[in-house]
Protein backbone atom coordinates (compact mmCIF):
# COMPACT_ATOMS: atom_id res chain seq x y z
CA UNK A 1 0.00 0.00 0.00
CA UNK A 2 1.16 3.79 -0.91
CA UNK A 3 0.24 6.65 0.90
CA UNK A 4 0.47 9.93 -0.93
CA UNK A 5 0.12 13.35 1.39
CA UNK A 6 0.64 16.96 1.04
CA UNK A 7 -0.85 16.92 -2.70
CA UNK A 8 -2.64 18.92 -4.65
CA UNK A 9 -3.37 19.43 -8.35
CA UNK A 10 -0.50 22.17 -8.76
CA UNK A 11 1.87 21.38 -5.84
CA UNK A 12 1.63 17.23 -5.43
CA UNK A 13 4.10 16.62 -2.57
CA UNK A 14 6.34 13.23 -2.23
CA UNK A 15 4.48 9.96 -1.54
CA UNK A 16 5.48 7.59 0.45
CA UNK A 17 4.95 3.84 1.46
CA UNK A 18 5.54 0.71 -0.42
CA UNK A 19 4.14 -1.43 -3.33
CA UNK A 20 2.91 -4.95 -3.34
CA UNK A 21 2.87 -6.41 -6.69
CA UNK A 22 -0.97 -8.55 -6.54
CA UNK A 23 -0.79 -12.35 -7.74
CA UNK A 24 -3.22 -13.81 -5.62
CA UNK A 25 -4.09 -17.06 -7.50
CA UNK A 26 -3.78 -18.56 -10.36
CA UNK A 27 -5.70 -16.15 -13.41
CA UNK A 28 -5.45 -13.32 -10.84
CA UNK A 29 -4.67 -10.27 -12.91
CA UNK A 30 -1.31 -9.04 -12.60
CA UNK A 31 -2.12 -5.38 -10.91
CA UNK A 32 0.19 -3.59 -8.52
CA UNK A 33 -2.44 -1.99 -5.95
CA UNK A 34 -1.97 1.77 -5.02
CA UNK A 35 -3.57 3.48 -2.46
CA UNK A 36 -2.99 7.55 -1.77
CA UNK A 37 -4.16 10.29 0.15
CA UNK A 38 -4.71 13.69 -1.34
CA UNK A 39 -4.26 17.15 1.15
CA UNK A 40 -4.47 20.48 0.42
CA UNK A 41 -0.74 21.68 1.06
CA UNK A 42 -2.59 25.51 1.94
CA UNK A 43 -5.27 23.99 4.82
CA UNK A 44 -3.78 20.77 5.21
CA UNK A 45 -7.65 19.47 4.55
CA UNK A 46 -8.12 16.16 2.21
CA UNK A 47 -8.71 16.74 -1.74
CA UNK A 48 -12.14 14.93 -1.44
CA UNK A 49 -14.43 14.33 -3.61
CA UNK A 50 -12.26 15.02 -6.81
CA UNK A 51 -10.88 13.81 -9.55
CA UNK A 52 -7.63 14.18 -10.59
CA UNK A 53 -4.98 13.40 -13.85
CA UNK A 54 -2.30 11.25 -12.57
CA UNK A 55 1.18 9.49 -14.21
CA UNK A 56 2.21 6.48 -12.94
CA UNK A 57 5.76 5.68 -13.98
CA UNK A 58 8.42 2.86 -12.70
CA UNK A 59 12.16 3.59 -13.38
CA UNK A 60 15.17 1.68 -13.61
CA UNK A 61 16.99 4.27 -11.70
CA UNK A 62 16.62 6.31 -8.64
CA UNK A 63 17.41 9.50 -10.62
CA UNK A 64 13.92 8.66 -12.78
CA UNK A 65 16.29 8.72 -16.72
CA UNK A 66 15.05 5.29 -17.58
CA UNK A 67 11.40 4.52 -17.35
CA UNK A 68 10.76 0.56 -17.27
CA UNK A 69 6.83 1.32 -17.99
CA UNK A 70 4.32 4.11 -17.30
CA UNK A 71 0.55 4.66 -17.43
CA UNK A 72 -1.51 7.36 -17.44
CA UNK A 73 -4.95 7.09 -16.15
CA UNK A 74 -7.90 9.23 -13.94
CA UNK A 75 -8.18 8.71 -10.17
CA UNK A 76 -11.06 9.91 -7.84
CA UNK A 77 -11.09 10.76 -4.04
CA UNK A 78 -13.34 10.13 -1.68
CA UNK A 79 -14.47 11.99 1.59
CA UNK A 80 -11.14 11.64 3.22
CA UNK A 81 -9.38 12.75 0.21
CA UNK A 82 -8.66 8.88 -0.61
CA UNK A 83 -8.46 6.78 -3.34
CA UNK A 84 -7.48 3.00 -4.71
CA UNK A 85 -6.46 1.99 -8.19
CA UNK A 86 -4.34 -0.53 -10.04
CA UNK A 87 -1.34 -0.02 -11.61
CA UNK A 88 -1.40 -2.26 -15.10
CA UNK A 89 -5.26 -2.41 -15.34
CA UNK A 90 -4.77 0.28 -18.06
CA UNK A 91 -1.34 -0.41 -19.41
CA UNK A 92 -0.58 -3.69 -18.95
CA UNK A 93 2.28 -4.38 -16.28
CA UNK A 94 5.96 -5.56 -18.08
CA UNK A 95 6.36 -9.15 -15.70
CA UNK A 96 10.04 -9.66 -16.90
CA UNK A 97 11.32 -6.21 -15.13
CA UNK A 98 10.57 -7.73 -11.59
CA UNK A 99 13.27 -9.90 -11.60
CA UNK A 100 15.28 -8.69 -8.22
CA UNK A 101 16.42 -5.43 -10.38
CA UNK A 102 16.06 -2.02 -8.60
CA UNK A 103 13.26 0.04 -9.53
CA UNK A 104 11.56 3.45 -8.36
CA UNK A 105 8.21 4.61 -8.55
CA UNK A 106 6.91 8.00 -9.69
CA UNK A 107 3.45 9.64 -8.88
CA UNK A 108 2.22 12.80 -10.75
CA UNK A 109 -0.61 14.29 -10.06
CA UNK A 110 -1.34 16.59 -12.62
CA UNK A 111 1.59 16.34 -14.23
CA UNK A 112 3.89 17.21 -11.23
CA UNK A 113 6.16 14.44 -10.16
CA UNK A 114 7.54 14.99 -6.81
CA UNK A 115 11.25 13.49 -6.14
CA UNK A 116 12.21 11.66 -4.40
CA UNK A 117 11.16 8.88 -6.12
CA UNK A 118 9.98 5.77 -4.33
CA UNK A 119 11.63 2.41 -4.31
CA UNK A 120 9.52 -0.85 -4.95
CA UNK A 121 10.37 -2.94 -1.98
CA UNK A 122 9.75 -6.86 -0.55
CA UNK A 123 6.82 -7.63 1.81
CA UNK A 124 8.81 -10.23 3.94
CA UNK A 125 7.60 -13.41 2.42
CA UNK A 126 8.14 -12.34 -0.86
CA UNK A 127 11.65 -12.50 0.62
CA UNK A 128 11.39 -16.09 1.95
CA UNK A 129 9.54 -17.20 -1.47
CA UNK A 130 12.41 -15.47 -3.82
CA UNK A 131 15.26 -17.32 -1.73
CA UNK A 132 13.32 -20.68 -0.83
CA UNK A 133 14.62 -23.89 -2.51
CA UNK A 134 11.63 -25.80 -2.04
CA UNK A 135 8.38 -25.94 -0.21
CA UNK A 136 10.04 -27.44 2.65
CA UNK A 137 8.05 -30.51 2.28
CA UNK A 138 4.50 -29.08 2.50
CA UNK A 139 1.84 -29.71 0.02
CA UNK A 140 -0.87 -28.02 -1.50
CA UNK A 141 -3.35 -28.70 0.87
CA UNK A 142 -1.20 -27.23 3.61
CA UNK A 143 -1.58 -24.15 2.54
CA UNK A 144 -5.21 -22.11 2.99
CA UNK A 145 -6.74 -21.07 -0.15
CA UNK A 146 -7.65 -17.47 -0.49
CA UNK A 147 -11.63 -17.38 -1.51
CA UNK A 148 -12.14 -13.60 -1.77
CA UNK A 149 -10.39 -10.45 -1.43
CA UNK A 150 -10.47 -6.48 -2.32
CA UNK A 151 -12.12 -3.53 -0.88
CA UNK A 152 -15.48 -2.16 0.36
CA UNK A 153 -16.03 1.57 0.14
CA UNK A 154 -17.60 3.60 3.30
CA UNK A 155 -21.51 3.18 2.64
CA UNK A 156 -20.80 -0.75 1.73
CA UNK A 157 -20.12 -0.96 -1.72
CA UNK A 158 -17.48 -3.12 -3.70
CA UNK A 159 -14.97 -1.15 -4.83
CA UNK A 160 -12.72 -4.27 -6.35
CA UNK A 161 -11.47 -7.71 -5.78
CA UNK A 162 -13.61 -11.03 -6.56
CA UNK A 163 -15.39 -13.74 -5.24
CA UNK A 164 -17.76 -11.29 -3.39
CA UNK A 165 -20.70 -8.89 -3.37
CA UNK A 166 -20.59 -6.10 -0.47
CA UNK A 167 -23.20 -4.05 1.44
CA UNK A 168 -24.35 -2.33 4.77
CA UNK A 169 -27.52 -3.73 6.65
CA UNK A 170 -28.36 -4.39 9.79
CA UNK A 171 -27.25 -7.26 11.76
CA UNK A 172 -28.75 -8.22 15.13
CA UNK A 173 -29.80 -4.75 16.01
CA UNK A 174 -26.33 -2.58 14.75
CA UNK A 175 -25.67 -1.48 10.99
CA UNK A 176 -22.84 -3.21 9.72
CA UNK A 177 -20.96 -4.38 6.49
CA UNK A 178 -21.86 -7.74 5.29
CA UNK A 179 -19.89 -9.52 2.20
CA UNK A 180 -21.69 -12.25 0.65
CA UNK A 181 -19.08 -14.28 -1.13
CA UNK A 182 -19.83 -16.03 -4.51
CA UNK A 183 -18.53 -19.24 -3.97
CA UNK A 184 -19.75 -20.43 -0.07
CA UNK A 185 -23.53 -20.08 0.95
CA UNK A 186 -21.84 -21.38 5.15
CA UNK A 187 -19.25 -18.66 6.18
CA UNK A 188 -18.80 -19.42 9.61
CA UNK A 189 -15.91 -16.83 11.01
CA UNK A 190 -14.53 -20.37 12.62
CA UNK A 191 -13.68 -22.21 9.59
CA UNK A 192 -12.22 -19.24 7.61
CA UNK A 193 -9.36 -16.79 8.27
CA UNK A 194 -10.32 -13.08 7.27
CA UNK A 195 -8.37 -10.59 7.63
CA UNK A 196 -9.45 -6.68 7.67
CA UNK A 197 -7.28 -3.67 6.71
CA UNK A 198 -9.25 -0.13 7.31
CA UNK A 199 -8.01 2.63 5.14
CA UNK A 200 -9.61 6.19 6.85
CA UNK A 201 -8.02 9.18 7.89
CA UNK A 202 -8.72 8.19 11.79
CA UNK A 203 -7.68 5.29 14.05
CA UNK A 204 -10.48 2.56 14.20
CA UNK A 205 -10.77 -0.65 15.63
CA UNK A 206 -12.36 -3.51 13.80
CA UNK A 207 -14.60 -6.84 14.42
CA UNK A 208 -15.49 -9.86 12.17
CA UNK A 209 -18.06 -12.53 12.65
CA UNK A 210 -20.95 -14.62 10.66
CA UNK A 211 -24.24 -13.69 10.10
CA UNK A 212 -26.90 -16.25 7.88
CA UNK A 213 -23.64 -17.81 6.06
CA UNK A 214 -22.45 -14.19 5.65
CA UNK A 215 -18.95 -12.07 6.76
CA UNK A 216 -19.83 -9.50 8.87
CA UNK A 217 -17.46 -6.81 9.43
CA UNK A 218 -18.26 -3.66 12.12
CA UNK A 219 -15.72 -0.48 12.59
CA UNK A 220 -15.73 1.13 15.68
CA UNK A 221 -14.12 4.88 15.91
CA UNK A 222 -11.98 5.66 19.42
CA UNK A 223 -14.82 5.86 21.50
CA UNK A 224 -16.40 2.97 20.99
CA UNK A 225 -19.25 4.09 18.82
CA UNK A 226 -19.85 2.44 15.27
CA UNK A 227 -18.66 4.13 12.26
CA UNK A 228 -17.77 3.98 8.51
CA UNK A 229 -14.61 3.29 6.67
CA UNK A 230 -13.13 1.97 3.83
CA UNK A 231 -11.63 -1.10 4.21
CA UNK A 232 -9.55 -4.36 2.24
CA UNK A 233 -10.19 -7.26 3.46
CA UNK A 234 -9.08 -11.45 2.34
CA UNK A 235 -10.68 -14.31 3.47
CA UNK A 236 -9.12 -18.07 3.47
CA UNK A 237 -10.57 -21.08 3.95
CA UNK A 238 -8.43 -23.33 6.30
CA UNK A 239 -7.82 -26.98 5.39
Known amino acids: VMVATGAQAQEPSAPTGEAELVTIAAGAPHWIHYQGQLFNPNTNQPLANQAFNARFTLYNDRNGQSVAWRENKT ?12 LGDTTALNLSIFDGRELYLGVAINNEEPRPLQPIVYVPYAIWSRNADSLGGFGERDFAKII ?36 IDDYDYREYTTLVTPACARPVMVGTGSSEGDLVVDIWDQNGNRTQCHFQFMTLRRE
Open 75 to 86: ITTNVDGLFNTQ
Open 148 to 183: AYGFVDDDGGRESGRGFNSFRAVVGGATVYVIDFDD
